[in-house]
């Protein structure tokens, strides 16, 4: 977290970025804690303690679903019958996959573990919301180093009463750090902020009904898993509800009084 932050907070101060007002400062620290602390942090918890993949992707099966009913209190976003029904159709095709998955685990689910998980949903829901109603407050780099800033100093205390700090210096390890800090943390965090403020909560969260069934081809192409046609079907029933959902949004009350 440390790493990413200070990277993108050079990258900003090289490209004269616009700089950060107390407001942005506080709502960055909100959104880090939430969407990169709790969420991460509650997966790698939830992983530890022995969740199977299966439910590991239903956690971003779920996400998309609790976002929708909560933007529409929160936010007051409304979606269509035909966005609802995308939405519907997303869990399908989650549920499809997971099925497929749990198939294949062996073992139960502590109780740790599913108190993480649920802690998990909660905090990338409550981000999501977050910096969807907050974002136009925050520049993007500087934002985003902050989000990163704050969440690393939760886990970093969290870390200290939890586990011991140790670090093997391989070529895995370094592959990892670098594609944690260049591909996530950098590439796909900054895109996931980029579509929150062009695009609602309930929209965003859609795109990850796809996750579960890709990470399964994906697991397939690199790792030999097993890919039946189960998680294939899924996948095809979540890119329709994804497509569906990301339609044209219904106007909101406050802009149809506009």
Same mark, same amino acid.
């Given at each position: ?63 998309? @679903?609790?976002? &929708?009913?909560? =933007? ?6 409304? %979606?269509? $019958?035909?966005?609802?029904?995308? *939405? ?93 800090? @260049?591909?996530? &943390?950098?590439? =796909? ?6 579509? %929150?403020? $062009?695009?609602?909560?309930?929209? *965003? ?54």
């Amino acid at each position: 977290m440390f790493i990413a932050a200070g990277l993108l907070w050079l990258i900003a101060t090289a490209m004269r970025a616009p700089r950060m007002t107390r407001e942005a400062w506080s709502a960055a620290s909100i959104v880090g804690v939430f969407m990169h602390a709790i969420y991460l942090g509650g997966v790698f918890v939830a992983i530890d303690n022995g969740l199977p993949s299966g439910l590991s992707a239903l956690i971003a099966g779920l996400h998309p @679903v609790a976002t &929708s009913v909560a =933007a529409r209190i929160f936010l007051r976003e409304r %979606l269509t $019958r035909k966005q609802i029904f995308g *939405v519907c159709l997303g869990l399908i095709g989650v549920l499809a996959v997971v099925i497929e998955k749990l198939q294949d685990a062996n073992g139960g689910v502590t109780k740790t573990a599913m108190i993480a998980m649920i802690i998990s949903i909660f905090g990338l829901t409550i981000g999501t919301l977050v910096q969807r109603a907050l974002g136009k407050e925050m520049p993007l780099l500087r934002g985003t180093a902050t989000q990163y800033l704050a969440s690393g100093v939760v886990l970093a205390v969290a870390s200290g009463f939890s586990e011991q700090w140790q670090f093997s210096l391989t070529r895995y390890t370094v592959f990892s750090m670098l594609w944690a800090v @260049v591909v996530l &943390s950098l590439g =796909a965090v900054l895109l996931m902020m980029t579509l %929150l403020a $062009r695009h609602t909560a309930a929209k *965003v969260s859609s795109l990850f009904f796809l996750t579960p069934a890709l990470s399964t081809i994906e697991g397939a192409i690199l790792f030999d898993e097993r890919l039946g046609a189960l998680a294939v079907v899924g996948l095809v029933i979540a890119i329709i509800g994804v497509r569906l959902t990301m339609q044209s949004t219904a106007v909101t009350p406050d802009a149809s009084t506009a």
